[in-house]
């Protein structure tokens, strides 16, 4: 079963379950408001509190969340790279949670992967040595079959590695003015403005998709920037929403890092693609004073669904993610784009490194439609299994991966390493992706060249998994050793 055929056979069935179509009626009529910043470069200390909360998202309705230290997500953290951050994690919920790093590279037992749970009113506490170049990362709950939900309720929120270096850079790091963290998710509501977690199929098939954008966990906002060069530190913290992000007027941003750190040098993007885990750090040019929109087409993975979902017609063309206006009476601080980043694009050899070969693969047929536990998601057949190690790998060593995915796109994400994406579809990689990364859309293909320097021992593996979170808690996901 090929991808079109997959997609337009699950577009009948959608007509079935009342999936929601994303509304373009939201007026931006707040200012956003950046994260709480959680600095940790002086200190090197961390400390978060799972909690409980209540958040107006629409409406005067407030809905159930979850997040760090807040009502809902959890603050920015900055911690500086060449040293080490001592975390506390203090778990006040009601069931147990885990805090992965995601874009962290540090050994598989402070990874916060599915086997470091935080039990009920118990606090996890993982020192964080990090060596690596300064980046955006982030960090978000990982409990096997339950981290689309507590995702969904708020447990994430974003991390700067930091080396004090962007003044030198010539980049805005004016936090908030600026340098903006950009958070973008989707969610659905009921009527009394509860977050919906109810899965239709094709939610648990192509995973979740809500009819209403938040950024920074609010919706209906508009960012206020200054006269001048702004970057965007753009994360997708959506489940499974792929956004293809440009401006509405047509002007360029300029990507300057991607997940694992700085380019060598500023490359001008018309458009990007941004899949659910991906971070990318964009400069964007506001000195006419002109308003502008950021917008993104509809998720690709719903393109070819016949054009119908629940029973009324796909909405087609663009939508707004956050418009921005311009205040002159902010501090303007850049006004040039920077020749040198003084970072690095990936350029390996693969020639002498270990070949290993995974396949995404979904569920087909009855067993797919009706939710069968023995039709699952998963990787070269095997669906996830926690005691299960799918393969060791020898600490300094490189391998090449060739993932393939057929039947839709998949975010494909490895923990503890940063990689480089040789190809596409046997042709040379997109420009956004010429950087280090540690998750890629694979559509079709891609090959990765990996070097595998962190330990992960048997009770605390490193995972690899697509990024659709319902994927991912359905079986799409593996794990290994590196020793």
Known sequence: MRR????????????????????????????????????????????????????????????????????????????????????????????????????????????????????????????????????????????????????????????????????????????????????????????????????????????????????????????????????????????????????????????VATDSGYLDKPT???????????????????????????????????GMMGGMMGGRRQQSGRFSVLPFTVDPTLPTRITRQPDDLGGSRPNGDAANAIWRRLSLDMPMGMGMMLGRSDRRFSINGDAFAMGRINFRVTQGTIERWTVNADMMMHPFHVHGVKFQVLSENGRAPQRQNTGWKDTVLVNGSVDLLIRFDQPAPANAPFMYHCHILEHEDGGMMGQFTVG
Not at 173 to 186: A, E, F, I, M, R
Not at 280 to 297: G, P, Y
């Open 268 to 302: 001008r993007l018309s458009k990007l693609r941004l899949s659910p885990g991906e971070r990318f750090e964009v400069l964007v040019d506001f000195s006419d004073a002109r308003d502008v929109t950021l917008t993104s087409e509809h998720n690709p993975n719903t």
């Open 4 to 255: 079109r055929t997959f997609l337009g056979g699950l577009s009948a069935s959608a007509l079935a379950t009342g999936t929601a179509s994303l509304s373009f009626g939201q007026v931006a009529a707040k200012r956003l408001t950046m994260p709480p910043l959680l600095d940790a470069t002086s200190s090197g200390q961390v400390r978060l509190e799972a909690q409980k909360g209540r958040t107006a998202f629409v409406g005067s309705s407030r809905a159930d969340t979850w997040g760090f230290n807040q009502p809902f997500l959890g603050p920015t953290l900055r911690m500086s790279t060449g040293r080490a951050t001592q975390v506390d994690v203090l778990n006040s919920l009601d069931e147990e949670i885990s805090v992965h790093w995601h874009g962290l590279l540090v050994p598989g037992t402070v990874d916060g992967g599915p086997h470091q749970t935080v039990a009920p009113a118990t606090t996890w506490s993982p020192e964080l040595e990090l060596t690596q170049p300064a980046a955006t990362a982030w960090y978000h709950s990982h409990i096997h079959g339950a981290t689309a939900r507590q995702v969904q309720m708020g447990l994430a929120g974003v991390l700067h590695i930091d080396d004090g270096q962007d003044d030198a850079r010539g980049l805005p790091s004016q936090y908030g003015v600026d340098d903006l963290t950009l958070v973008l998710q989707d969610r659905r509501f009921s009527r009394r403005g509860e977050i919906d977690l109810s899965l239709t199929m094709p939610d648990r098939m192509m995973g979740f998709l809500g009819d209403t954008i938040l950024v920074n966990g609010q919706v209906g906002t508009m960012a206020v920037v200054p006269k001048g060069l702004v970057r965007l530190r753009l994360l997708n913290g959506s489940n499974a929403r792929i956004y293809t992000l440009a401006l509405s007027d047509g002007r360029p941003m300029h990507l």
